[in-house]
């Protein structure tokens, strides 16, 4: 199994610890993800420690205030890392003020032309943005994969599908209240499918309450070959290959 989306600075036990449980419950691979300098220089020295570990580098929008050449000059330098795998996470939020939105449309777009020049996928958060967000992807980064992170958009699904975006499924996807979205991962084609933890956050039901952690990516997992009427063999080596195409892991 494989974890396409966790925050490994962000959780309270030291990488070593977590990457540990994570082998032990058969998670192989884990995308740790940078939001900012700091994350991502966290997150690519777990990934020059444990060889489970890829990272995504990135300016999250709720850190893309006053992002301007040395940001960018800082990220291209993150990016050439040999343990890079992505760009992300990136996009745009909306639902609160984060940072100026004229900030993060400017690191958004920087990030986009980052991706094309290092020949790496994107990796999107989108909140109460939607239509700005595919309508800068859509202007912007043709042709670049897209990995659309804790996929929320049901109304948008089949436009993310057209486009041939990754669709990622995190722990939200179990919540007695997410009908929407059990019914959109049900829709996914396989080759289009991933899973993610988004550790330390929305731990899946069944540990809902606790802190998440790659390990837990399972339990997200076995909900979704439940959706999706088939196996959890079956839909861990639907992901596990869908993570190596557009990670080349």
């Not at 980052?114 to 989108?126: D, F, G, S």
């Not at 958009?153 to 179990?174: M, P, Q, Y």
């Not at 839909?235 to 557009?246: D, Q």
């Amino acid at each position: 199994m494989i974890d396409s989306h966790a925050h490994l600075d962000a959780c309270s036990r030291p990488p070593a610890e977590l990457v540990a449980d994570a082998e032990r419950a058969g998670v192989h691979k884990i995308l740790a993800i940078g939001m900012d300098g700091a994350s991502c220089r966290a997150a690519l020295a777990a990934a020059e420690a444990f060889p489970q570990v890829h990272v995504a580098v990135g300016r999250h929008p709720a850190n893309s205030a006053g992002f301007d050449d040395n940001d960018l000059a800082e990220l291209e330098a993150l990016a050439a890392h040999e343990r890079c795998a992505a760009i992300g996470e990136t996009g745009l939020d909306f639902k609160r003020d984060y940072a100026p939105r004229e900030d993060m449309e400017r690191a958004f777009l920087a990030q986009i032309e980052l991706a094309r020049q290092a020949v790496k996928p994107l990796v999107i958060h989108t909140r109460e943005a939607a239509d700005e967000t595919i309508g800068l992807l859509d202007e912007d980064a043709r042709g670049l994969p897209v990995i659309m992170h804790c996929f929320s958009l049901t109304d948008r699904l089949d436009a993310c599908l057209e486009r041939g975006w990754w669709i990622s499924f995190a722990g939200n996807v179990t919540y007695p209240s997410a009908d929407e979205l059990r019914e959109a991962a049900r829709r996914v084609p396989d080759e289009r499918l991933l899973v993610e933890t988004d550790a330390p956050y929305l731990a899946a039901q069944p540990i809902r309450g606790r802190e998440n952690e790659p390990a837990h990516v399972v339990h997200t997992a076995r909900a979704l070959a439940e959706y999706r009427g088939v196996s959890y063999e079956e839909l861990e080596t639907v992901v596990e290959r869908n993570a190596a195409e557009v990670l080349g892991w």
